[in-house]
């Protein structure tokens, strides 16, 4: 047995015996749907309250922040990065190279092609940082006199 369906304008017979059965029957099912989440149905049908804005200050977006200048500042990180860092949002402006360990010294390492880094700094700043490669830490040069020395170097404050 072949059964062909063809398209008919308006709603199918059965679609609309359905519908006539839950409205007919609506009382009862808000009724079960109520009793089985414990109102929480007939509550979510209900229009809900706008909040009113007493006493809150509410700030309507609108364009950029403003753009503050970058105060840079040098600072040498507990993992022995040496960065440029912004003072006013604390952000990262550049790695300028990293502290490293080798044969028991603590060792500058300028962040230069010829020194394995991925991302160098700028051909400016690596000649203006040249005779600070390989600069060996100890008591007597700290990290603190190291980050003020390319400071010095760089003319940052």
Request: proline share 4%; net charge neutral; aromatic share 4%.
């Amino acid at each position: 047995m072949v059964e062909i369906i063809s398209k008919r304008d308006g709603p199918r017979r059965e679609d609309m015996q359905v519908k006539r059965l839950i409205e007919q029957n609506r009382s009862t099912i808000v009724r079960l749907a109520d009793q089985i989440s414990g109102g929480g149905y007939s509550a979510s049908r209900k229009p809900r309250q706008q909040p009113k804005a007493e006493g809150l200050i509410i700030h309507v977006g609108g364009g950029a922040a403003p753009v503050v200048e970058a105060r840079p500042s040098i600072q040498v990180t507990m993992n022995g990065r040496v960065i440029s860092k912004d003072q006013n949002t604390g952000r990262q402006l550049h790695h300028i190279g990293d502290i490293r360990n080798r044969g028991g010294e603590q060792i500058f390492v300028l962040a230069t092609k010829q020194n394995g880094f991925f991302s160098p700094v700028d051909e400016t700043v690596a000649e203006a940082l040249a005779d600070l490669d390989g600069s060996r830490l100890a008591a007597s040069y700290t990290e603190e006199q190291l980050a003020a020395d390319i400071g010095a170097k760089l003319g940052i404050d």
